[in-house]
Structure formats: structure tokens, C-alpha cells
């Protein structure tokens, strides 16, 4: 049964230089172990790695560790930066060389499209010219330049991504505030910043009636669903004492809770194991958030396989294998 990553990453040295040029408030800054990170302002982003850039090195390690199919996908800071045309250049950059890839390794690699969100024209047409080009669906972070996904501005495109009933994986990014909230060091911007921009995200498309307006989308909260499932039942008490006429949400926050799909990206296999019990094995699919610094690929297997052998297939095959139609 083949192993289906659905959260990986990749960049391109063109997609790095151009941020460097016209990426502002994004820079690049040399660590104290020297390597280049990416920072917004003093706010730590991404630490590009030599795996982000070289898809040869990318299968070498799906063969070691036992991977069979890679859907990757850009991570933070995305194409959130710059003019419309730079971010659309940035954009078709990383979205031309990943079908270049699968096009390559047409057995092995997949791929979810970048868009300039925050230009919904362009956003749309590179939509259609990337799935029309082979991509499996769409990555979007969390909040797209300090702008909640639900923000009716985005409706254009995802009512393209609803029409096309795609898969899209929703990835973190530093919430706006990092730096009040006193986010900036200690990488707290990841370990917790990241968890909050996720779980807001979600929070707010759950009771804003989101996937009741948007109802053929299938929508990944990536890193385990970050604190989604630990907060059932404070949501479905939120839920409880709303007062009626505010209230969007036609169905309960768990049914929605069990709508969404998630990755077992947790690093821990109690929480993978709790994140099954509130959602099901259905709902989760296998991730390692290759090649960060923080990837996970030994845990992920590790984790999924203290879980019965059903539910270990379904997230490391089966559930992928039906929502990317593999």
C-alpha cells in the first residue's frame, strides 16, 4: 500500500531571490550556527534547507524512509509579498517547476498550487492555468498578509476552488502580533505562533458558516490540526450559550470539527492518537513537513504505526489516496 506525504515542501532558488529583492517586509538574516533564515521584520519565518531545492536529493529520501508519493507545495511566507506582478511571477516560478517535477517523476511527485491571494483576479487565472497545468489542489496560509481567509475579499477564489472541489492544505504562517505578544525569540513564533494562526483560522471558517457556504471544499489543518481537537469541547460550550441570532453554523462545531481533514504531524504519539479520537482515522493523513529542520518523517511513522493497522493504512494511504483521486 503506497505512503502518501501530503505535507512537504520545496522552493526554488529564483522563488528565494526574488523574495530577497522584492520581498519586503520579508529578509533574509545568518543565524548564529549560519544558515539563512527568512524573517518578517525581527519575526523568524523559515529556514530553507538543501532539500527545499533539489528534487533528486527529495526522492533519495522518500526511498530511504519508505515514501512512495510527495504532494508538495510552497510554504511560509508563500507569494504574499511584493506588487501583483511580483507576487504572479513568484507564483508561476514555484508552480511551473513543480509540474516540471511531476513531469520528471511522474510516479512519485504531486503538487498544490500557490496563489497571489491577495490579487483574487490574478489568484483565479492562476488557479485555472496551474490545474489545467496538473496541480492536485491548492496550499494557502493561514492568514494571507494579516487578512482572515473568511475575509469576503477572498471570495472570488475560493468560490473557484469550491466549484473545482478541490483538496486545499491550509498552512501556518506568524499571526499578526507576533511581535506584541513577545513571539520573536525562542522560535515561539513556530512552536506557538504557528499553532495559534492555524487553530483561529479554522475556529473562525467553523463558526462563520464557511463550509456551509463553501460546501464542496476539503479543507487540511495542517500539524495535527495544531489545537482544533483540544478545544471540542470549549467550542461546543462557545456554541451553547451563543446567542441565536448571531449564530451562522448550521450544524454543531464537532461536525465540523469531523469535516475537516488534518495531517499527523504532532511529534507526539499521544496527541496523534486523541487527534484520532475526536475526528477519526479518516479524517487524518500522513505528513512530515520535509525537508525542514523540524520535519518529522521518523515520528510519523513511528506515531502512525502504535495506532491499529486500519487506521495506520487509512492515514498513510487510503484517505489520501481518495481525496487527491491517486
Same mark, same amino acid.
Given at each position: 500500500?503506497?505512503?502518501?506525504?501530503?505535507?512537504?515542501?520545496?522552493?526554488?532558488?529564483?522563488?528565494?531571490?526574488?523574495?530577497?529583492?522584492?520581498?519586503?517586509?520579508?529578509?533574509?538574516?545568518?543565524?548564529?550556527?549560519?544558515?539563512?533564515?527568512?524573517?518578517?521584520?525581527?519575526?523568524?519565518?523559515?529556514?530553507?534547507?538543501?532539500?527545499?531545492?533539489?528534487?533528486?536529493?527529495?526522492?533519495?529520501?522518500?526511498?530511504?524512509?519508505?515514501?512512495?508519493?510527495?504532494?508538495?507545495?510552497?510554504?511560509?511566507?508563500?507569494?504574499?509579498?511584493?506588487?501583483?506582478?511580483?507576487?504572479?511571477?513568484?507564483?508561476?516560478?514555484?508552480?511551473?517547476?513543480?509540474?516540471?517535477?511531476?513531469?520528471?517523476?511522474?510516479?512519485?511527485?504531486?503538487?498544490?498550487?500557490?496563489?497571489?491571494?491577495?490579487?483574487?483576479? /490574478?489568484?483565479?487565472?492562476?488557479?485555472?492555468? !496551474?490545474? $489545467?497545468? &496538473? @496541480?492536485?489542489?491548492?496550499? =494557502?496560509?493561514?492568514?494571507?498578509?494579516?487578512?482572515?481567509?473568511?475575509?469576503?475579499?477572498?471570495?472570488?477564489?475560493?468560490?473557484?476552488?469550491?466549484?473545482?472541489?478541490?483538496?486545499?492544505?491550509?498552512?501556518?504562517?506568524?499571526?499578526?502580533?507576533?511581535?506584541?505578544?513577545?513571539?520573536?525569540?525562542?522560535?515561539?513564533?513556530?512552536?506557538?505562533?504557528?499553532?495559534?494562526?492555524?487553530?483561529?483560522?479554522?475556529?473562525?471558517?467553523?463558526?462563520?458558516?464557511?463550509?456551509?457556504?463553501?460546501?464542496?471544499?476539503?479543507?487540511?489543518?495542517?500539524?495535527g490540526g495544531a489545537a482544533l481537537p483540544y478545544l471540542v469541547?470549549?467550542?461546543?460550550?462557545?456554541?451553547?450559550?451563543?446567542?441565536?441570532?448571531?449564530?451562522?453554523?448550521?450544524?454543531?462545531?464537532?461536525?465540523?470539527? /469531523?469535516?475537516?481533514?488534518?495531517?499527523?504531524? !504532532?511529534? $507526539?504519539? &499521544? @496527541?496523534?492518537?486523541?487527534? =484520532?479520537?475526536?475526528?477519526?482515522?479518516?479524517?487524518?493523513?500522513?505528513?512530515?513537513?520535509?525537508?525542514?529542520?523540524?520535519?518529522?518523517?521518523?515520528?510519523?511513522?513511528?506515531?502512525?504505526?502504535?495506532?491499529?493497522?486500519?487506521?495506520?493504512?487509512?492515514?498513510?494511504?487510503?484517505?489520501?489516496?481518495?481525496?487527491?483521486?491517486?
Amino acid at each position: 500500500m503506497p505512503v502518501i506525504d501530503v505535507h512537504t515542501h520545496m522552493f526554488t532558488h529564483k522563488w528565494l531571490e526574488l523574495l530577497k529583492r522584492e520581498g519586503a517586509p520579508y529578509n533574509t538574516k545568518i543565524r548564529p550556527d549560519g544558515q539563512e533564515e527568512v524573517f518578517r521584520g525581527d519575526t523568524p519565518v523559515v529556514i530553507p534547507q538543501k532539500g527545499h531545492f533539489d528534487y533528486e536529493l527529495r526522492i533519495k529520501h522518500m526511498d530511504s524512509a519508505g515514501i512512495d508519493i510527495s504532494i508538495v507545495s510552497l510554504t511560509c511566507p508563500n507569494v504574499y509579498w511584493g506588487s501583483e506582478d511580483i507576487s504572479s511571477r513568484a507564483a508561476r516560478e514555484s508552480n511551473d517547476t513543480m509540474a516540471e517535477a511531476q513531469t520528471k517523476y511522474p510516479d512519485r511527485i504531486r503538487w498544490l498550487t500557490s496563489l497571489p491571494w491577495e490579487y483574487p483576479q /490574478r489568484a483565479v487565472e492562476e488557479l485555472r492555468r !496551474t490545474c $489545467d497545468n &496538473g @496541480a492536485s489542489g491548492v496550499m =494557502v496560509l493561514a492568514n494571507v498578509s494579516g487578512k482572515s481567509l473568511t475575509d469576503p475579499f477572498f471570495a472570488p477564489i475560493w468560490a473557484e476552488i469550491d466549484r473545482r472541489s478541490l483538496p486545499v492544505l491550509v498552512h501556518p504562517t506568524d499571526p499578526p502580533g507576533v511581535d506584541v505578544m513577545d513571539m520573536t525569540q525562542f522560535d515561539l513564533s513556530w512552536s506557538v505562533g504557528f499553532m495559534f494562526d492555524t487553530t483561529l483560522a479554522f475556529t473562525r471558517m467553523i463558526f462563520y458558516g464557511f463550509f456551509d457556504q463553501y460546501p464542496n471544499m476539503k479543507l487540511i489543518a495542517s500539524h495535527g490540526g495544531a489545537a482544533l481537537p483540544y478545544l471540542v469541547g470549549r467550542f461546543e460550550k462557545g456554541d451553547e450559550v451563543e446567542i441565536p441570532s448571531r449564530r451562522k453554523m448550521k450544524r454543531k462545531p464537532t461536525d465540523y470539527l /469531523r469535516h475537516i481533514y488534518y495531517d499527523c504531524i !504532532t511529534y $507526539d504519539p &499521544g @496527541a496523534l492518537a486523541y487527534l =484520532v479520537s475526536v475526528v477519526g482515522a479518516e479524517r487524518v493523513m500522513f505528513g512530515t513537513d520535509w525537508p525542514h529542520q523540524v520535519h518529522d518523517t521518523k515520528g510519523a511513522f513511528a506515531n502512525t504505526a502504535k495506532l491499529p493497522p486500519k487506521q495506520c493504512d487509512a492515514i498513510r494511504s487510503l484517505n489520501a489516496r481518495q481525496l487527491f483521486n491517486l
